[in-house]
Structures are given as structure tokens and as C-alpha cells.
């Protein structure tokens, strides 16, 4: 057998490390989430006012409890059964399993008002499906809401160009088996990404870390468009 | 008499340096112009082939001189009249002394069918008045094309938040006088400028440097909305 692909071998590391992964959400132990990215990308959700959310890797579902107690109604989907039952036990919600080659053919309660990706776009082809169904997702005039890591604070040493890069748990506790590897995008490629997607962007916003005064994700904020090109 | 104000000093930094400035671009002193910039700005214009230009910001002229050698029609405006002389001296193409805060009173051969601002936007409210003037510079659906130094790459240490820098003609060879402090505007703050002046951005481009691998600059470019909001 030929090894998985690197966007095979994403899902596969999330299905083996989902217990240790939920436990490090629900316990707040990652530095960055807790004092920056978890509340920017609950204010760039509420930026859109949207009414029906769906939150796409929704993982333990934090987020969509997030949302749902500003008054949202949030659908959460994962490709990870563990997470979507732990999503289910712990608030409300509607939770799915579904994977990301499988958004093209719907999801209960689409379309939504607006789709928000945070931290969970970390592939090629798997990314790329994403967006193709985006605009079934979406209705005009909705919003695709993405947090992600910032390319060039996360580009490193490497050159900065895009291609599947080595992951690591660095700096989360917890028993977490081999991470999976992910797929770098540089700035030129996400705002790319959009475009071809019939998506315009609105807002790019980029939450400072108080320690390092440097940005410590990307969100990006983009419009559906009343008339797809295509 | 009190200071002047930094945009101001900006001004006076290219009156006393026009001389060498002249002679820096003419003889192809940057390296990181006649590597990467140059032909990434030509190109950028060229991708959305418009047929008339301004080049705001044109100094000596070079980048009005490449774009009409690709057939379009350009005017050059700058405020300092040493370098726009320069520019009429070199090539074809209308050239015009005009200050940044004398744009929105029009410039002859408006409106365009692209801006272009090539390293010309070094200040904060100079270049709030050149985003305030572009829906009269620009027709309806014509291109805005900024290339500037690309926020996360020219933070250096510095916390990554727009304000005053201290310039420099580090990397330059020539008879440099004091240079002028610069404005440091975040990525965030450099989209958010485009979408409060009507402006939707439409690519946005990395041009790479061969030995640094890492972005020599970063290129906006943006389309007048047909119905402006405001």
C-alpha cells in the first residue's frame, strides 16, 4: 500500500489525537487561543450579525457555544466522530460528522448566513474542496469568516512559498500521539483562495499577541457575491 | 516655529535628496528594485490592461516610461518639481508638479483607468488625502495598484502597530542627505484604507526575493466599486 496522502494523514492525526485535543481545548491550555484568537474570532463572527452560523471543524465545539450564547443558531461539523460527540455532550447545538469532501453534497440546515474556519483549513485538496462548496453554504450576500495561522510569523526559517510542512504539538500539554503534517499558504495564495471562490474581502484583521506585539493568527472576512461569476 | 509636521518632513526629505534619488533609480542602485520590484509593478499594471494611467508618486519617470513602452497612455504626478523635470527630460509622457493635498482638486487627464502608487505612499495623512481623492482620479471600475514595503517583513523589532519610523538610505549607494521618518501602516490597516475609500481588493501579490526567499514587497490591487456607497 502507497503511503495516505498528506491531506489523508491531517485526518487520520486528528482521529488519534482527538482525546488528548479535546481535553487541551476545554481546559484553555493553548497560550495564544486564550488570550488572543478565541475572542477575535468570536467578535469577527459577531462583525457579520449573522443569524445561522456554521462553524466547519468545529472540534469540541467551544465556538459554537461561544456563538450560540450571543443569541446565534450554530451548525458544527467535523470529520472527527469522537470530537462531534463530545461537541454534542457538552452544549447545544446541532453537531454532524462530515468530511470536508463531503460539504459539496450538503449540510443540514445550509444555507448559512455565514461559514467560520478557525483554525481548521490545514490542507491541500481537503482546503480546496472547502471552498468549492462555499458558495453552496453560503447565501448571497453571506460572509466566510477564516482564522488561520499568520503566514509570515508561521513561515519560519523555510522559503515562503506553499507546500505541506512538518506539524508539531510544541508548546500544547498533553499525550498527544505523532501531529500531522500541514499545508503552508502564503498571504498572496489565502487572499487567492477567496477570489477564485467567488468571495470578495472585506476585512483582514490580524490579533496582536500582548507578549510577542505580534500578530498571533490571520482573519480573514469575506462577502459571498450577489452575482457568482461562475 | 514649531517642527513640521513628519508628513511634511517626508516632503522636505525629497526636495534635498532629489538629486541623488535621480541618479540612484536611473543607474538601478536598489537592488531589491532591479531583482524583484520593478518588473513585479510593471507587471501588475499590465495585468489589468488599462489604457490610461497615472503614476502617482512618478519621481523620475522610469515606471511611466516601462508602461508607455506597453502602450499605455500616462501621466506622472509628483510633488517635488526637481524629479518631475527629471521625468519630462527622460521620455514622453505628461508630467505634473502636484502635492498629495492638491489631488482632489483633480489632475489633468482624469479621470483614469488606473492609479498607480509605486513606494509613493510614505505618510499617514498624505496618504489618507491620496485615498480620499481616488474615486475622482479613478472611472467607475478602475484599478488602485499600491506596492509597498511589506508590513511584516519592514516591522523589524518593532511592535506591529501603525505609527512614525525612522527612515533610513540604508542599502543605497549615494549622496544622501537626512532621510524622512516614514509611516508604518500593519497589513490590517493597509486593506482597511482601500475598503473605507470604496476600493475591493482584488489580488494581492508577494513578489519574492531570489537570495532572501522572502517577500521584496507586497502589491494591493483594487477595483472602484461601481456604486460607490458614499
Not at 151 to 174: K, V
Request: one cysteine or more; glycine letters at 8%.
Amino acid at each position: 500500500m502507497s503511503d495516505p496522502s498528506p491531506d489523508a494523514a491531517i485526518l487520520a492525526a486528528w482521529l488519534r489525537n482527538a482525546t488528548p485535543w479535546e481535553a487541551a481545548v476545554r481546559e484553555q491550555r493553548i497560550e495564544s487561543r486564550r488570550l488572543v484568537t478565541d475572542q477575535a474570532i468570536v467578535a469577527a463572527v459577531k462583525a457579520v450579525a449573522p443569524c445561522r452560523v456554521l462553524d466547519l471543524g468545529c472540534g469540541e465545539g467551544w465556538l459554537a457555544r461561544a456563538l450560540i450564547a450571543e443569541g446565534m443558531t450554530v451548525t458544527g461539523v467535523d470529520a472527527v466522530p469522537e470530537l462531534v460527540e463530545a461537541a454534542r455532550r457538552h452544549g447545544d447545538g446541532a453537531f454532524h460528522v462530515v468530511a470536508y469532501e463531503q460539504l459539496a453534497a450538503g449540510v443540514p440546515g445550509a444555507p448559512f448566513d455565514a461559514v467560520v474556519c478557525n483554525f481548521s483549513l490545514l490542507g491541500e485538496q481537503s482546503v480546496e474542496q472547502v471552498f468549492a462548496a462555499l458558495p453552496a453554504l453560503l447565501v448571497p450576500g453571506g460572509h466566510c469568516i477564516v482564522q488561520t495561522l499568520h503566514p509570515l510569523i508561521a513561515c519560519g526559517d523555510a522559503p515562503y512559498r506553499d507546500g505541506w510542512r512538518e506539524g508539531s504539538w510544541a508548546g500544547i500539554d498533553g499525550d498527544f500521539k505523532e501531529a500531522a503534517p500541514w499545508y503552508f499558504r502564503t498571504l498572496e495564495s489565502w487572499v487567492g483562495l477567496f477570489m477564485r471562490h467567488g468571495l470578495t474581502l472585506e476585512v483582514l484583521r490580524e490579533p496582536l499577541h500582548p507578549a510577542t506585539q505580534r500578530p498571533a493568527a490571520i482573519i480573514l472576512i469575506a462577502v459571498r457575491s450577489e452575482n457568482l461569476i461562475y
